[in-house]
């Protein structure tokens, strides 16, 4: 049962809070973990969870440290329609937040799903329903899922060559060069598939 009463203070609750989700979220994936359910394992008010991280994709992306929410990302991408130039370059702009360490964040999470099939798993789970739940273009669902992995294949790609691999000119051209490079392949795929 949750608890009642004023927490030590914001750090702990916090904490806790994010422990607890950890625990959740690998145990049962992001589908099926509940806001109710990370608050009872951190032995507080749900409502403080709410208070805390705004909703349950807000305490993920807190969790995992994504620089922003993938919906966001989306969303940002697709004013004006969507475009492949435009979803490059705002999905390599919320990695390359820090001059001074760029895409160190997006090599914290690939180690993270590296390392473990869970992580891996909730993070697909959190994808799916952040920014696949209103795809690109209007198709079947197995030709949507095809268009899935092909976006998130050049998009996870080129993160993974650009900050891990450090492949040029990936690695060293500006993050518009990068999307003028990527992006009309990305709208290549999208069109194609549908």
Known sequence: MAGTGRRPGEAVTRTAIIKAARTAFLEKGYAATTIREVARRAEVDPALVYHYFGDKPGLFVA???????????KDQSSRGGFSG?????????QWETDPRRPGQSFVAVAQAMSASPEVARCMREFLAERV????????????????????????????????????EPLASASRQEVAAMVGPTIDRLVAGAA
């Open 63 to 73: 969790l995992v440290q994504l620089p922003a929410d993938p919906r966001q990302v």
């Open 85 to 93: 130039v435009n979803l490059v370059d705002r999905f390599l702009a």
């Open 132 to 167: 696949w739940s209103d795809p690109p273009v209007e198709a079947d669902p197995e030709t949507l899922q095809r268009i899935q992995a092909l976006v998130s294949a050049q998009l996870m790609g080129t993160a993974w060559t650009r900050y891990i691999m450090r492949i």
